[in-house]
Structures are given as structure tokens and as C-alpha cells.
């Protein structure tokens, strides 16, 4: 079974600074991957997927995330952090034949501070 | 395009009362998905759906959790005989199709068992 690993529970960064939020997948099998961000009492957004084509990937609000086959990492970036960014993060992977499933990581909460 | 619509938003039942989750998925979708997250969790999968089939079910507790996609109408998730446990929020997805198309989610459930 898939499984994804976010090791930071929560990232605290300064307004203007870079960020990377990190995401580890298990599959050998390279998934369709996801970041979906989450802001307090709503539901998921869809910040970017991955789907087997670039490795780079551009995902809206100024995210992207870079995928590593070799270290099955799928780790989002942001050159730049607003106040509005603040929210929880999940990194989400496909898993299932028909890729129906997502399974999640347990979640960043990244907290920009001005 | 309406998004996917989830009601009602909040929920409070006593233990051993009924929960019913609606979720209506976004035009143009027949791919129904329900996740429930924890408390300081990210999300697990339950049950993935289609128009009156129950494609995948892996994710759902053996009891007292069932959940239907009629031909018309909304996608529910029944709770009989909740428990304090049962307290989450409770998420439902939608896509065109699988096979790595993103899931759009709704602004969830928050169901709480007193």
C-alpha cells in the first residue's frame, strides 16, 4: 500500500521568504501526485498534479513542486511567502489500479508570520 | 460551475443517533468520493463511488457506515449509531473520471457526537 510521509507538522517562515514543504512518497511505481492546500474550516484546494509528464511542476498562487523518481520525493516550493498562505498542507499520491483512491499526508501547517 | 456542495456543514448528534452526509458532486461528474479526517490528521479514504455502484469500499468501517449514489440525486453517507469516535469532518470528492484527474473537494462535514 502507498503511504506518504510529511515530516514537518508545522514550518513557520517570515513574509517575502522561500519555503519548501516536504513530501515523500513509498510507491516504486511513480503515482499521480497532488498538494492540495486546506485554509481553516474549509475544504481542499488543488494547489498542483503531478501526472507523469514534467517534472517541474507550476501549480497556481506561485507553488510548484519538483518531482524525484529517484528519491520518490514530490516536495513543494514557493520563492516568495504572503500572510495568505498561511493554511495546512497535504501532499496526497494516487494508489488502486484505476489510481481512484488518494492517500494523504498526515500535513504542514506553514505559518507565515510578517 | 458550482463546486461540489456538501450539507449540512455542521452536524451534532448525541451517541446513538443517526448521520446522514449529503454531498452533491460538480456538473458533469459520476465519480463520488468520501474521506474522513481526524483531528490533527490529513485525510483516509472511505468509500469511492459511482452512479449507483459502490465501486471501492476498502476505507469504510465494517459497521454502521453505509453510503449510496442513487441514479438522481446526492450521495450520502450514513452514520447509524454514532459514537463519540465518529467525530471528524467528513469530506466528499468529485471527478470526471480517473486515471490521475484531480478530485474537487467540498467544504466537508463537521460532525460532532456528543
Known amino acids: 500500500a502507498q503511504s506518504v510521509t510529511q515530516l514537518d507538522s508545522q514550518v513557520p517562515v517570515f513574509e517575502e521568504a522561500p519555503v519548501e514543504l516536504r513530501c515523500n512518497y513509498s510507491?516504486?511505481?511513480?503515482?499521480?501526485l497532488f498538494w492540495y492546500v486546506q485554509y481553516p474550516n474549509q475544504g481542499l484546494q488543488l494547489l498542483l498534479k503531478?501526472?507523469?509528464?514534467?517534472?517541474l511542476v507550476k501549480g497556481i498562487n506561485g507553488f510548484e513542486a519538483e518531482f524525484n523518481k529517484s528519491q520518490t520525493s514530490f516536495h513543494l516550493r514557493k520563492p516568495s511567502v504572503h500572510i495568505s498562505d498561511t493554511a495546512e498542507y497535504f501532499c496526497?499520491?494516487?494508489?488502486?489500479?484505476?489510481?481512484?483512491?488518494?492517500?494523504f499526508g498526515t500535513g504542514t501547517r506553514l505559518l507565515v508570520s510578517p | 460551475n458550482a463546486g461540489v456542495m456538501q450539507n449540512p456543514r455542521h452536524l451534532v448528534r448525541r451517541r446513538g443517533q443517526e448521520a446522514r452526509l449529503r454531498c452533491s458532486p460538480m456538473k458533469g461528474h459520476s465519480h463520488v468520493y468520501w474521506y474522513r479526517q481526524l483531528p490533527e490528521e490529513g485525510l483516509k479514504f472511505m468509500v469511492y463511488?459511482?452512479?449507483?455502484?459502490?465501486?471501492?469500499e476498502s476505507g469504510m468501517p465494517k459497521e454502521r457506515f453505509s453510503a449510496e449514489f442513487p441514479k438522481e440525486g446526492p450521495s450520502i453517507l450514513r452514520i447509524q449509531q454514532v459514537v463519540r469516535g465518529d467525530s471528524a469532518a467528513y469530506f466528499c470528492?468529485?471527478?470526471?473520471?480517473?486515471?490521475?484527474?484531480?478530485?474537487?473537494f467540498g467544504p466537508g462535514t463537521r460532525l460532532t457526537v456528543t
Open positions: 470528492a468529485s471527478s470526471a473520471s480517473t486515471q490521475g484527474y484531480e478530485q474537487y
Open positions: 510507491s516504486s511505481v511513480p503515482p499521480y
Open positions: 463511488l459511482q452512479k449507483e455502484n459502490i465501486i471501492d
Open positions: 496526497a499520491v494516487t494508489e488502486g489500479t484505476g489510481f481512484q483512491k488518494l492517500v
Open positions: 503531478y501526472t507523469s509528464a514534467a517534472t
